[in-house]
């Protein structure tokens, strides 16, 4: 199994380009999260998604959407890069096993690195 | 809103010292509290998921306690190595019963020769 995946590694735009990042799971996994990692900061959640066709806020959301048209592909887009999305990306998947909340184990992608100029 | 925080945030310690690395959240009402390790320029990796109702986990060298009353987790490093350096951090899901995971800044732990 490969695990999660992210496309791509490395980016770099100019300040109001578009671009879309992809994260594939193939663990069967339920949940999936984007999130954003900068200095001082910590990892802070940007959208996240309980299943397929499904996706909700997380604590940054804005200025980022996401798709998850198929359960194994969490997409995440920035419409307008701006230099404030300067940062590395992760995805992350989950699931509670048998339903049971207390032992869903997060497991995460390698990350992008995105620069915005 | 549950708040996470890590102590200490950096340690530097020789080989073979055994550590203590803190996690303390707010809300106590939560389902689970994971430990993840972090290398530089690499993603997490999941080392100990404790549920609510254990109160520790093992693997390997490492020991996680869990008390949930206190607001407290603690991960023990036994007989520390070199390639234990890394940061660790840790989550725990946000308050209102929410299952979405919160995270620590983590501690950033040098093991030199």
């Known amino acids: 199994n490969a695990g999660v995946t992210q496309t791509p590694k490395f980016r770099v735009l100019k300040t109001g380009q578009s671009m879309t990042l992809l994260c594939a799971q193939d663990?069967?996994?339920?949940?999936m999260y984007w999130y954003r990692q900068d200095p001082g900061m910590g990892l802070r959640l940007i959208h996240y998604s309980v299943g397929e066709g499904t996706t909700a806020k997380g604590e940054v959301p804005d200025g980022y959407n996401v798709s998850r048209l198929k359960k194994q592909n969490f997409l995440l887009g920035l419409e307008s890069a701006a230099p404030s999305q300067t940062s590395v990306y992760f995805c992350?998947?989950?699931?509670?096993?048998?339903?049971?909340?207390?032992?869903?184990?997060?497991?995460f992608g390698p990350g992008t690195r995105l620069t915005v100029l | 809103k549950q708040e996470v925080t890590q102590i200490p945030a950096a340690l530097s310690v020789p080989e073979g010292e055994n550590l203590v690395l803190n996690c303390s959240f707010t809300?106590?009402?939560?389902?689970?509290l994971q430990w993840f390790r972090q290398d530089p320029g690499k993603g997490l990796t999941s080392l100990l998921l404790?549920?609510?109702?254990?109160r520790e986990q093992t693997s390997g060298r490492l020991n996680a306690s869990l008390d949930k009353s206190s607001g407290r987790s603690t991960l023990y490093i036994a007989a520390s190595q070199p390639g234990d350096s890394a940061t660790y951090l840790c989550?725990?899901?946000?308050?209102?019963?929410?299952?979405?995971?919160?995270f620590g800044r983590g501690t950033s732990l040098i093991v030199h020769p």
């Open positions: 992350a998947s989950s699931y509670p096993i048998a339903g049971d909340l207390s032992t869903d184990t997060q497991y």
């Open positions: 404790i549920q609510s109702s254990q």
């Open positions: 663990m069967n996994h339920e949940y």
């Open positions: 809300d106590s009402a939560i389902y689970n």
């Open positions: 989550a725990v899901p946000a308050s209102g019963g929410s299952y979405i995971p919160t």
